[in-house]
């Protein structure tokens, strides 16, 4: 590891106004989202798609880094180029999502842990070879009676202390995604609550397992109401219980905080972002960026919908939503 090199990159992927584009969906997830908008879901479907991402014209000018999943790192596009040389000459840096997915924890109904450590080393080798510089890890946090449990929280935060030290000893910037979720009827005070307390877990641990915190990016989620409350929030309170809370529990030596978009439509995520950079941009320790997938991708997969015939139209509300996230950076 390097630790310049580390540095490097994390302040390069929250630098200016640009951000990361998720495209890691895994093919259960890829393919569900095109079964709900009845496009079929054989692999060149999904290479396609991913094509259409990858060449959209400037997106450059507002992505910084796009994150990547197994199968779609080691695909080219129609022409042979592989993906990994089109984003590169784009601009853009290249990444990786390399858990494996939350799956039930033992003895704690409704919870998950996330998978992945075994053989990571190797792994990280492999995708540093193929041209990633970074990695992603998502631990998932569910809200409900009596959940989440300090001992999913605890198990969750070791998971992404140890992947996020793999990480660097293999000289990829860690994104670390600790995920409370929006579903339920949970208040906004008890998503802060929870957040912040997820939020402390994971630094101790950072701190624990000696990962450097200059050289990592934290995704975390904006602090919202659960979709079912019926109490929704403005974007003023969101704003306020979310910077509150990163204040309270994000370190100064962090780069960037790039929010992961979570449900949340593509405008309200833009405009929670923008307004949080409105309000505190100027006296904030660390960038507060996107690392948004469906907030960008989902109106363009809309106008998609597998015909070749659309690939123009979907690229521009591509970059339309990427455009509007690098003004939201810029408050
Ligand atoms: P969303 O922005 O769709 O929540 O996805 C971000 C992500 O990378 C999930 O792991």
């Known amino acids: 590891m390097n630790p310049q090199d580390l540095m490097n990159t994390a ?18 997830t890829c393919n569900s989202r095109f079964a709900k908008l009845g496009i079929p879901q054989p692999e060149d479907a999904r290479r396609a798609w991913r094509e259409l991402i990858v060449t959209t014209p400037r997106l450059g000018e507002c992505i910084s880094g796009v994150i990547l999943y197994d199968e779609t790192i080691r695909e080219q596009k129609k022409d042979g180029t592989p993906f ?3 984003i590169a000459a784009a601009g853009i840096i290249p990444g990786i999502k390399v858990d494996i997915g939350a799956k039930d924890m033992a003895g704690h109904p409704g919870e998950k842990i996330t998978e992945g450590l075994d053989g990571l080393r190797h792994r990280l080798a492999d995708y540093s070879r193929m041209g990633a510089r970074f990695a992603k890890w998502r631990a998932v ?31 990829l910037v860690p994104i670390v995604e600790p995920e409370v979720l929006m579903d339920g009827a949970h208040t906004l005070e008890r998503s802060r609550e929870v957040t912040e307390q997820v939020l402390r877990t994971v630094f101790h641990q950072l701190y624990v397992q000696g990962v450097m915190l200059e050289g990592l990016i934290l995704k975390p989620n904006m602090v919202l109401p659960g979709l079912s409350c019926p109490k929704q929030e403005t974007v003023d309170a969101v704003v306020d219980a979310t910077v509150g809370c990163l204040l309270r529990a994000v370190p100064a030596a962090v780069p960037g905080v790039a929010f992961l978009s979570g449900g949340q439509s593509g405008e309200l995520a833009s405009a929670r972002l923008n307004a949080m950079n409105v309000r505190f941009k100027s006296r904030l320790p660390w960038a507060l960026a996107f690392s948004f997938a469906r907030a960008i991708q989902q109106p363009a997969l809309e106008i998609w919908q597998g015909n070749e015939t659309h690939v123009a139209a979907a690229q521009e509300t591509l970059l339309h939503r990427a455009r509007c996230n690098r003004a939201a950076r810029r408050g």
Do not use: F, W
């Not at 302040?11 to 259960?28: C, F, H, I, Q, Y």
């Not at 946090?141 to 992947?163: F, M, T, V």
């Open 84 to 86: 990994v040389e089109a």
């Open 11 to 28: 302040r390069t992927l929250v630098a200016g106004d640009k951000g990361v584009l998720a495209m890691d969906e895994s093919n259960p």
């Open 141 to 171: 946090i569910a809200l409900g009676d009596g959940i989440p449990s300090r001992a999913c929280i605890e198990a969750n935060a070791h998971a992404l202390a140890r992947y996020a030290a793999l990480c660097q000893e293999a000289g």
